[in-house]
T-cell receptor, first 116, second 111 residues
């Protein structure tokens, strides 16, 4: 199946700093990618839809100025958590679909962010 | 997307079949039933999906009732590595479509 790769797998940062998470589709092109956030013992919550070459669409309650999304190419979307605070500590996951004959979504392995 | 209801947790003995139920009574005619699972600290993994016919692949079988208001995911011979949270999601069959995750079922496979 198609492969979606996230980097880094985990990161620890200090409060007030920014962290960038990359999501790559390794063997297919993805015009749309999705970013999810998952707090401990909770389900995945969609944060935003990342569209190649255009602005991301954010879900209600997600601050677009805090969670910057860039989808500059068909194989790369980035999520930057700006001025991170401890409450931003979470598991961030991206996904993408191939389109055409296959219909499932492929997920990255996730990035665990810890803000200290 | 239609809402789904799953039991929060289930246990299964290793080597036995694991039957995970899902209710989706408000499913519309064009919506599919998808199953994903998430092993601890990993991204979700696609398992199987179907519209109205039963489906089987190398991982599992999906049984959908005739009225499509419920379904069951069957892992025929559960192993310890099948311990995970299983999500039943109803959505339109659109590749890469954003998914709305419910609480899922935490399956614990025990030796």
């Amino acid at each position: 199946g198609a492969v979606v790769s996230q980097h880094p797998s985990w990161v620890i940062c200090k409060s007030g700093t920014s962290v960038k998470i990359e999501c790559r589709s390794l063997d297919f092109q993805a015009t749309t990618m999705f970013w999810y956030r998952q707090f401990p013992k909770q389900s995945l919550m969609l944060m935003a839809t990342s569209n190649e070459g255009s602005k991301a669409t954010y879900e209600q309650g997600v601050e677009k100025d805090k969670f910057l999304i860039n989808h500059a190419s068909l194989t790369l979307s980035t999520l930057t958590v700006t001025s991170a605070h401890p409450e931003d500590s979470s598991f961030y996951i991206c996904s993408a679909g191939v389109g055409g004959w296959t219909t499932e979504a492929f997920f990255g392995q996730g990035t665990r962010l810890t803000v200290v | 997307d239609a809402k789904t209801t799953q039991p929060p947790s289930m246990d299964c003995a290793e080597g036995r079949a694991a039957n995970l139920p899902c209710n989706h009574s408000t499913i519309s005619g064009n919506e599919y039933v998808y199953w994903y699972r998430q092993i601890h600290s990993q991204g979700p993994q696609y398992i199987i999906h179907g519209l109205k016919n039963n489906e089987t692949n190398e991982m599992a079988s999906l049984i959908i009732t005739e009225d499509r208001k419920s379904s069951t995911l069957i892992l025929p011979h559960a192993t310890l590595r099948d311990t995970a949270v299983y999500y039943c999601i109803v959505t339109y069959n659109n590749a890469g479509n954003m998914l709305t995750f419910g609480g899922g079922t935490r399956l614990m496979v025990k030796p």
